[in-house]
């Protein structure tokens, strides 16, 4: 036991930094986040590591095991931010009135980047009646291929502070690219 804390000390220390964090939150208890993670890398070869963690959020609370990961959705969510999310349409049902995400009118403004209307998925906040785009489908897109997220939509959503916008801006632009 002491000698595998050990090794995975030691594997983190090798570990390069990550230049994105990807939480996959949702319906999705049998994603795999290593696939995930390599998957993305393709689209960005020259990039070293995007540090992908699987977040499983039941659908329904049938037991207390459900509502133990219910809970430990929400401390996870309140405690880390990563730059991109994704989710399944629930959740981002859930969260973007929410505010829990960035906006994208105000994401391309900034960084240029195009968005296909067809993909754009809208929330009415409290603050602003206004429909407004917080995520994007890329239901389908090769990057899920053998990760199994058991038939749910798939929707990416920007919780990027803005010094990480320019970097979120490339794996978007290539997850576009590729989502049918």
């Given at each position: 036991m002491i000698k595998d804390g050990i090794d995975k000390r030691r594997e983190a220390a090798n570990t390069p930094p990550a230049n994105l964090t990807v939480s996959v939150f949702g319906n999705f208890y049998f994603a795999d986040e290593d696939l995930l993670q390599q998957n993305m890398l393709k689209l960005v070869p020259e990039w070293k590591r995007i540090k992908t963690t699987v977040v499983f959020v039941p659908p329904e609370l049938k037991s207390p095991q459900d509502m133990a990961m219910q809970q430990k959705s929400v401390l996870l969510l309140a405690t880390e931010i990563d730059e991109l999310y994704i989710l399944d349409e629930k959740n981002f049902n859930n969260l973007a009135p929410q505010e829990a995400?960035?906006?994208?009118?105000?994401?391309?403004?900034?960084?240029?980047?195009r968005i296909p209307e067809d993909k754009l998925r809208k929330a009415r906040t409290e603050e602003d009646p206004e429909e407004r785009a917080y995520g994007i489908d890329i239901?389908?897109?090769?990057i899920f291929k053998d990760v199994e997220l058991s038939g749910e939509r798939?929707?990416?959503?920007?919780?990027?502070?803005?010094?990480?916008?320019?970097?979120?801006?490339?794996?978007?632009?290539?997850?576009?690219?590729?989502?049918?």
């Open positions: 995400f960035v906006k994208l009118e105000d994401f391309a403004a900034k960084t240029g980047l239901t389908g897109n090769p798939q929707i990416i959503a920007i919780r990027a502070k803005e010094d990480k916008w320019a970097d979120t801006k490339v794996l978007l632009e290539k997850i576009l690219q590729t989502t049918p």
